[in-house]
Nanobody, 132 residues
């Protein structure tokens, strides 16, 4: 069982920056595909960014390209999401997630979207508020 704990959320003004962290409990951290999703009330979880095991491939949804960067530190078993030039529409609950399939990044690249149903393990979420 993989346990994920997010941190780093908070309130910033438009144009500000935040870095989210996700600490994983399992020693086999490097065996999974990892992602960040966000959700606002009444809406489904939206895939924001994903990274393959080893960090060789990444994916970003169009609305965050050039502003967000996903990265990982395998030694510390931690996933990061650096968010710059934040906009009010980035407001939401951000979740870290892990997918057990080694094909998860290939699937994302073929479909052009991250599917929450492909990710089996989830953190509790950390909230980001961007005010105008």
């Amino acid at each position: 069982q993989v346990q994920l704990v997010e941190s780093g959320g908070g309130s910033v003004q438009t144009g500000g920056s935040l870095r989210l962290s996700c600490a994983a409990s399992r020693d086999t951290y490097s065996s999974y595909c990892w992602g960040w999703f966000r959700q606002t009330p009444g809406n489904e979880r939206e895939g924001v960014a994903a990274i393959s095991s080893g960090g060789h491939s990444t994916y970003y949804t169009d609305s965050v390209k050039g502003r967000f960067t996903i990265s990982q530190d395998n030694a510390d078993k931690t996933l990061y999401l650096s968010m710059n030039s934040l906009k009010p529409e980035d407001t939401g609950m951000y979740y870290c997630a892990a997918a057990p399939s080694p094909l998860c990044m290939t699937t994302i690249q073929i479909l052009g979207v991250m599917k929450a149903s492909d990710f089996n393990y989830w953190g509790q979420g950390t909230h980001v508020t961007v005010s105008s």
